[in-house]
């Protein structure tokens, strides 16, 4: 008897102790998505990222909280900011942050959900600040991924003292004011339309120096033709002049008589009539030719 009385008190310890050990759990699990930061009568004093099973003292003598590893996201709630020109846009955000450090994420925002409208805060700050700085022609258009650049690094030094790393911001959406949309998209309209007729006057402009530098060049171009070939012409016939002169002083007799009768080749033709005396120096070859005919 007094031996089964024995085995039930040491198996009602054995339950008390087990049940102890499933209450204080002097042990925890990390999967590879977590981090935690251990904890010994409020105070830190281990900072654990490594996965797998690990050792503590029981509850409540430390305690771990777990945080997430993963980049998480954030979407903010739509807010108004004014651009440069004073234009009102409704811009609705994301962002993507992780948590770097989790000592400090515990210490400043002690949860993801603090965390949150810290990083709200920070994000809409700083789009206020860089949008202010450009017209809403640029951001709508070609420096929408520039601004959003420069809001995420300027963010993710200001959340790094809570132990976060901003990855990215991001405008999903950006729209005016229903109030203000139709006189925007007007104003813009007229500013398109202005610039489009400078570009063209702007053009015009140009085309016609263009034409005035052609046409000048044109004009160069052939005065320097015309006067090569006036100086060309002048050198041919004073070449010309020079060979004559010099065929005449050979046989003076015989280059008069060659010219006399290219003369008469360029004045008589079939329907000529000339009434000329016979002693006439100008007929004195052809009688010439026609007595050496005769005889």
């Keep these: 008897m007094s031996i089964n009385k024995s085995f039930w008190k040491k198996m009602v310890l054995i339950i008390i102790i087990l049940v102890l050990i499933s209450i204080t759990k002097p042990w925890f699990t990390l999967d590879e ?25 029981p509850y409540p003598l430390q305690v771990i909280y777990v945080f997430d590893k993963r980049i998480l996201d954030y979407d903010s709630p739509p807010e108004e900011v004014i651009t440069e020109d004073k234009k009102t846009l409704v811009i609705d955000n994301y962002v993507r942050w992780r948590i770097i450090d989790p000592l400090r994420f515990l210490q400043t925002v002690v ?25 809403l022609f640029d951001l709508i258009s070609i420096k929408r991924r520039q601004v959003m650049d420069t809001v995420t690094v300027n963010s993710n030094r200001k959340a790094n003292a809570f132990g976060i790393e901003i990855i990215d911001v991001g405008i999903k959406r950006a729209d005016l004011p229903k109030q203000n949309e139709e006189a925007v998209f007007q104003r813009m309209k007229t500013e398109r339309e202005r610039q489009a007729k ?17 046409d000048k060049e044109k004009t160069l171009i052939i005065a320097e033709a015309e006067k090569q070939s006036k100086i060309i012409r002048g050198q041919g016939e004073a070449k010309a002049l020079r060979i004559y002169a010099e065929a005449f002083k050979q046989d003076p007799e015989f280059y008069t008589f060659q010219k006399t009768l290219e003369t008469y080749e360029k004045t008589f033709n079939n329907k000529d009539v000339l009434i000329l005396t016979p002693d006439t120096e100008f007929l004195h070859y052809l009688f010439k030719i026609n007595q050496e005919i005769e005889k």
């Design 198 to 214: 400078q570009y063209r006057s702007e053009g015009q402009e140009e085309a016609i120096k263009l034409r005035a530098e052609t």
């Design 111 to 135: 949860s993801e959900t603090g965390a949150m409208v810290r990083i709200d805060d920070i994000i809409y700050s700083e789009l206020r600040a860089e949008i202010g700085r450009i017209p």
């Design 33 to 57: 998505t977590e981090q935690g930061v251990i904890l010994q009568f409020g105070k830190p004093i281990a900072v654990v990222q490594k996965s797998g099973f690990h050792l503590k003292l």
